[in-house]
């Protein structure tokens, strides 16, 4: 018997996790859930086993540009890449995604929570306007109490310098904080969002219609909340 066979079982556990989860994880995170299931094989061992599958984890990305001609100084970057966060509710991130397929656009925008990366609410628009982030601010709001002080950073896109944005904000005593133009790495942690989001459901499967990649959307959003394996550094 050749040493391929010695891997069978292996390959087999490889191929149903990376199905399982449709194609989004890497050779990281199934190396994660093989030794959940007591098939201890090392990171290097399973990557070499995923290249033989031809299993393949995708990274894609594309960014929405809200800005709109020269932006003046709206609000200090408070954050200052500092994306740790002690507890809950005390640094948010928000910015606005788009999605481009059968000559539709759809866009999503999220908060997330800096202390455990999950979302705090999202709304999802055909197109992008205002009522698509004051809405993800109502939703967020109901989880919280007024006052927290809480940081909620983005960049200088139109939708954040707005006037019922900023007073919105101001009333459940939030404190505003803007990338400095043009700068992604202030904002590196819902960029890095939107780029897994791309890799593991917009650029990894086929959709019948706009209405079919919506509900695989929501689905996804899910699952990113409530199921999916965190990758440890």
């Keep these: 018997m050749g040493q391929a066979d010695k891997y069978e079982s292996a390959k087999a556990g490889i191929t149903s996790i990376y199905h399982e989860n449709k194609g989004r994880y890497g050779y ?3 190396t994660m859930e093989l030794h959940r299931r007591s098939v201890h094989l090392n990171h290097k061992t399973v990557q070499c086993l995923m290249g033989e599958l031809g299993l393949v984890c995708r990274v894609r990305m594309k960014k929405y540009c809200s800005y709109k ?4 100084k709206i609000a200090p970057n408070l954050l200052k890449r500092d994306f740790h966060a002690e507890k809950p509710n005390q640094k948010w991130v928000t910015d606005v995604t788009e999605f481009s397929l059968f000559g539709e656009k759809l866009y999503l925008s999220p908060i997330l929570d800096l202390c455990s990366s999950d979302l705090v609410s999202y709304t999802i628009s055909d197109r992008p306007v205002l009522g698509m982030v004051t809405s993800m601010l109502d939703k967020a709001f109901e989880k919280i109490p007024n006052g927290t002080n809480l940081i909620l950073h983005s960049d200088q896109g139109w939708q954040y310098q707005h006037k019922q944005y900023q007073a919105m904000l101001r009333k459940k005593g939030i404190r505003q904080s803007m990338s400095r ?4 790495l202030d904002n590196a942690v819902v960029e890095n969002f939107f780029g897994l989001l791309k890799s593991e459901l917009f650029y990894l499967q086929d959709f019948q219609s706009m209405e079919h990649f919506k509900r695989e959307l929501i689905e996804y959003l899910d699952y990113y909340n409530n199921r999916r394996i965190i990758r440890q550094s």
Excluded: A, H, Q, S
Aim: proline residues 0%; positive net charge; hydrophobic residues 20%.
């Design 181 to 184: 133009k043009g700068n992604r």
């Design 28 to 30: 990281r995170r199934i």
């Design 69 to 72: 001609g020269e932006v003046g």
